[in-house]
């Protein structure tokens, strides 16, 4: 069956940094946006980046301040999340997704995503 599987997360202390990757099983990539999502204890999903299928087109939340970068290798039909000094705010569980049709850009709305990972943990201590 179709899979997408994130890797890359741990414990920390804030300051750190994490590679998160998303690589994919069964399923294409290249021709759908990709998104990064979190869910902290407690909270709600809540979407982190969006990347285009070229990688034209990237968006963030606001709460990344410039502390994230998103990317993806279509040709190894995987997608990364680059995150630097990390805060205990960080800590979730973080998700990547593809977007359901082709036709979307990016998409910042969960609801516009069918295809998801397991996650990976991220834990921040400070």
């Known amino acids: 069956q179709a899979q997408l599987i994130e890797s890359g997360g741990g414990s920390v202390q804030a300051g750190a940094s994490l590679r998160l990757s998303c690589a994919a099983r069964g399923l294409n990539l290249s021709m759908w946006a990709m998104g990064w999502f979190r869910q902290a204890p407690g909270k709600e999903r809540e979407f982190v980046a969006t990347?285009?299928?070229?990688?034209?087109?990237?968006y963030y939340a606001d709460f990344v301040e410039g502390r994230f970068t998103v990317s993806r290798d279509n040709a190894k039909n995987t997608v990364f999340l680059v995150m630097n000094n990390l805060k205990s705010e960080d800590t979730a569980v973080y998700f990547c997704?593809?977007?359901?049709?082709?036709?979307?850009?990016?998409?910042?709305?969960?609801?516009?995503?069918?295809?998801w990972g397991q996650g990976t943990p991220v834990t921040v201590s400070s």
């Open positions: 997704a593809r977007a359901r049709l082709t036709t979307y850009n990016t998409a910042t709305d969960q609801n516009d995503y069918n295809y």
């Open positions: 990347i285009s299928r070229r990688s034209g087109t990237i």
